[in-house]
Each structure stands twice: as C-alpha cells, then as structure tokens.
C-alpha cells in the first residue's frame, strides 16, 4: 500500500512551527517584526529608506533585514540611514523561511531593537504562503503596477494586516484609478488599512512610521478575512493561488494569530466597505 505525502503541506506546517517560536521570541524581547512583500520596483527599499530615517531622528531603536537573489544594493542604500541593516542573499530562492530569518538575526539583531523590518524578496507569489513570525504583515503596491494588482495576487493581499501604495507622486501620469484600486482590495480584504505613499516627497510616510510604532505599543492589528481559510461564498485561500504552488487553505488561520482587543482600521475606512487610500 502507497501512502502519499503532500510534502508542501509538511513544509509550510514545519515553518509555522519555527515562525511561532520566533514570534514569542521576538516579542518577549520587546521587538516588533514587519515583513514587507511587494515585486520588484515597487518602491519597497527607497520608503524603507526614509522611515529608517524617520525612526532613528525619533530614537527609535530600529534595525532592518532584507532579502536578494543576488547583491547588495539594497543593504548599501539602508545602511544610509545608520541603522543596523544586515543583507541575505538567498542564493536563488524567492522567498524567505523562518529558519532563515532565525539564523541570520543570531548574534546581529541589537538587544534593544525595538522595530525590526523585513524586505522580502521581490515577489508576490512564494513569500506570501511563508510565516516568517511577523507582527505586521505589509503588502506594497506601486501606482505604476496597475489597479487589479491585488486580484492577481489575493494571498498577498489577502492576508495583508497593512496595503501601502507607492509612488503616489506620478498616480496622475500613468493614470491610476483610485477607485478601483481600492475596490479589488476590498474584494480579497475586506477593512484592512491602506495607506498612500510617496518616498519622493514624503507623503504618507510619517503616517506609515506612526502605524508601525503604533503597532509596536500593542495596537491590535487587522484582522484579515483570508486568515480564517474563507474569502467569499465556496472560496478559501488555497483557492486563489492556482498554479503557483503556494496556496494557504485551511493552515493560514495559524499564521497570524489574533491578539486581544479591537481591530483598528485606517482613519476615513470602515471595515467591509471599499477602503480610502489615505495619507496623514
């Protein structure tokens, strides 16, 4: 008798293990992860760039990790900002795991870190199924990607608790329509936050700096629909990933457990209805 083993499954279950493990340790120690996804060009690495900046004028106590196939560019562009940054080269995978996060913040992260952020790889694919043990999960969108973006990618989106839009600055160039926008995200995420961004002149920016701290002083994030394996009538989150080998199904309800108290969502945003892309 053959026993199949869907190897996939015991994979992504063995991670959310470690990535349990390195949420509790992480956050006995008083350090807030936010685990940033977005494809490549998005704008990820130049806002980061200026929150970095923002935070440590603040005194905040902020490192910063992010992940490449190949150089370090972004590492060199982070460090900038006089922070600790520490670059991964993945050596050809598209996406981080929890073992790897566990073992390059051994020895590096600074004791006192208060914030720490993980830029993903660029993909919006193979980092999404991938608990890395984050308090904050951010999904990053350029104006330039088009407004159906998040019904591409719904487990990006869908089990975002933030959606920052980039490169707001240019939105009226390449002719992005907000309003739409905004809908397809309701559509695989009903409530969650949105935020609009710009590294280039500032916009939005001290808006995102302010969640971040808000959610490192205990503010309870939002709680994704997708994370309870359902996204509408018949659907669950594997659902919504055919092809791509990454599907979430019934085990995403483990990785983001709820905390205590209310869902805070975005100032002008009311959970269940088309979010308003805003900016303080």
Not at 116 to 123: A, D, R, T
């Amino acid at each position: 008798m053959c026993r199949v083993i869907d190897m996939r499954q015991a994979v992504l279950a063995k991670n959310d293990a470690l990535a349990g493990a390195v949420r509790e340790e992480l956050t006995a120690r008083g350090t807030t992860v936010v685990n940033l996804l977005s494809s490549p060009g998005s704008g990820k690495t130049a806002l980061l760039e200026r929150v970095l900046l923002g935070m440590r004028a603040r005194t905040v106590p902020v490192a910063a990790l992010t992940a490449d196939l190949a150089t370090e560019n972004d590492a060199r562009r982070l460090a900038r900002a006089g922070v600790p940054v520490k670059q991964v080269l993945t050596g050809g995978l598209c996406h981080l795991e929890a073992a790897q996060l566990r073992s390059h913040l051994e020895g590096w992260l600074p004791a006192d870190s208060r914030v720490l952020f993980v830029e993903n790889v660029g993909n919006l694919v193979c980092p999404a199924a991938y608990d890395l043990g984050e308090t904050l999960r951010v999904t990053l969108m350029s104006v330039t990607e088009g407004e159906d973006k998040p019904l591409k990618y719904p487990t990006a989106f869908g089990l975002a608790h933030l959606v920052v839009l980039t490169k707001t600055d240019i939105a009226a160039a390449v002719g992005f329509d907000e309003a739409a926008f905004a809908a397809n995200v309701t559509r695989v995420n009903p409530g969650v936050p949105v935020l609009a961004t710009s590294a280039r002149d500032g916009e939005g920016v001290d808006a995102f700096t302010d969640h971040v701290l808000a959610v490192a002083a205990g503010t309870e994030v939002h709680r994704p629909r997708m994370a309870t394996g359902r996204l509408g009538p018949g659907k669950h989150a594997g659902d919504h990933q055919e092809g791509y080998g990454h599907g979430l199904g019934p085990r995403a309800h483990r990785a983001h457990p709820p905390g205590p108290g209310p869902r805070h969502a975005a100032p002008g945003h009311e959970p269940g209805g088309p979010p308003t892309v805003t900016a303080r």
